[in-house]
């Protein structure tokens, strides 16, 4: 029979102990950023009806037209799809939990897993995790500037301080459509040159030509109209005060006439944030975000003004790693349990509980039998404080507590042990 080698799926992959620290450092800094800038934490299912993803990021985005993972119940009634971002679920419950009836705007941060069939290389993967935190209910500038502020400053909190905003204003519904027909007149003129999906965008959604990944539709794109040109007075004026407040916390930022990002349901402010990741994956997009005033509308209820942004805790990683950012490690042990004999075991699992409870960590081998060999795992370790349980301490409740460094060892009660251990660690 032919070997099975179970491997993870493509483009999926394991986060192992050691990368682990970097991903609990993620963890924590952006559980402290949150706390502090007054945002609660929201979980929504991984997997969520399809159409509230076609519905809200658009049909003919790249998310929704090839990287939707979908997947069908037994009954074959639903469409269920394996999230691929995090914005239009929170909507979602948003608008399913009445959060409007609250004092606005509502602001949730969120941290998991995300899936994209997308064609698997350097910094991007098929399940990847990702933060990200919206604003909901609130349709003023200086939300859409503190939604950059914040993620840049999470940035410099995870050791990456030379990254880059880059942003844009892709208008609203008011004067998006003029532009649309501008970009639709120049991307006709030119349809011998661009690649055949641009032509085929040129058709379902033009704006879309502006994030085709092709060097040669991108140079092309140089010469096409810049959407800030058509911008209506209220978009412009918006654009000005974010960046005027970008300006005034000295947030490094370009002004990218041709970022438009993926997803359909942006208006105004649209961004990137980048940086130097690895030499294998050069500069990277560590997050993206912008403001989705009428995200709430296309799933069928009234605008609710909103602003958010995620980031590649991935890209962050490898970005961390190369700017040797420690990552959060476990904290040693200071105490070694050892024991000889059954009866002494027993007495070691009860005195690794006190320990437990009065908050000193310990380890032990309970596993070895051999004196020596335990000894020379809490050398090892480092640990300067064993504590030594016999067969004849046992019976008496006593413990010996030795000193590695001097070699010292003294006799304790059990009831005391705790008390003696302090007083050395002290
Ligand atoms: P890109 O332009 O790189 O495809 P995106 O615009 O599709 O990114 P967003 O939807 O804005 O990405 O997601 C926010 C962040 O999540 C990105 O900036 C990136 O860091 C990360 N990200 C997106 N897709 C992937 C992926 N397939 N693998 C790893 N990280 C990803
Ligand atoms: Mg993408």
């Known amino acids: ?11 999926m992959h394991d986060i192992l102990p050691q990368d682990q620290v970097y991903f609990q450092k993620v963890y924590k800094t952006i559980e402290k950023a949150f706390d502090f800038y007054g945002f609660e934490k929201i979980d929504t299912p991984i997997l969520e009806n ?3 993803f076609s519905r809200s990021i658009g049909m003919n985005t790249d998310i929704v037209e090839k990287e939707m993972y979908i997947l069908r119940t037994k009954e074959g009634k639903d469409a269920l799809a394996l999230r691929p971002e995090g914005t239009a679920p929170i909507m979602r419950a948003y608008l399913e939990h009445g ?3 609250y004092p606005q705007p509502i602001k949730l941060w969120y941290h998991g897993p995300f899936f994209r069939h997308e064609k698997p290389q350097a910094g991007r993967y098929r399940q990847f995790w990702q933060y990200g935190f919206e604003v909901l209910g609130d349709k003023e500038a200086i939300v859409d500037a503190q939604t950059i502020v914040i993620m840049y400053n999470i940035l410099c909190d995870l050791g990456i301080n030379d ?6 204003s892709i208008g609203d519904e008011n004067c998006r459509g003029e532009y649309r027909k501008a970009l639709v007149k120049f991307l006709r003129s030119k349809k011998n040159e661009f690649c055949k999906d641009c032509l085929r965008r040129t058709k379902t959604n033009p704006l879309r030509v502006l994030d085709c990944k092709d060097e040669k539709c991108k140079e092309l794109m140089n010469e096409g109209p810049q959407i800030i040109d058509y911008l209506c007075e209220d978009c412009k004026t918006h654009l000005k005060s974010v960046l005027e407040y970008l300006e005034e916390l000295k947030i490094p930022f370009t002004l990218d006439p041709f970022l438009v990002r993926g997803l359909d349901y942006y208006t105004r402010t649209v961004f990137e944030i980048e940086a ?8 990277g997009v560590l997050a993206g975000g912008g403001r989705y005033d009428i995200l709430s509308k296309v799933l069928g ?12 805790i991935e890209r962050i990683v490898s970005a961390m790693k190369a700017r040797k950012v420690e990552g959060v490690y476990a904290s040693m042990p200071k105490v070694f349990i050892s024991q000889i004999g059954p009866l002494a075991k027993k007495k070691g699992l009860l005195i690794f509980e006190e320990l437990r409870k009065a908050g000193i960590k310990a380890t032990e081998s309970f596993s070895k039998d051999s004196l020596k060999a335990q000894l020379s795992r809490a050398n090892k370790l480092n640990i300067n404080i064993v504590i030594i349980i016999g067969q004849k301490e046992a019976l008496r409740d006593m413990v010996i507590i030795r000193d590695m460094e001097t070699g010292k060892q003294a006799e304790v009660n ?5 008390k003696e251990v302090k007083k050395r660690l002290k």
């Open 414 to 418: 059990i009831k005391e042990m705790v």
């Open 163 to 168: 990254s880059i905003v880059k942003i844009n």
């Open 276 to 283: 130097p990741v690895t030499e294998e994956e050069g500069t």
């Open 301 to 312: 209820k009234a605008n609710i003004p909103s602003c958010g942004a995620a980031a590649g």
């Open 1 to 11: 029979m032919a070997k099975i080698k179970f491997q993870t799926p493509t483009g």
């Open 50 to 52: 399809a159409e509230l």
């Open 99 to 101: 959060l409007n009836t």
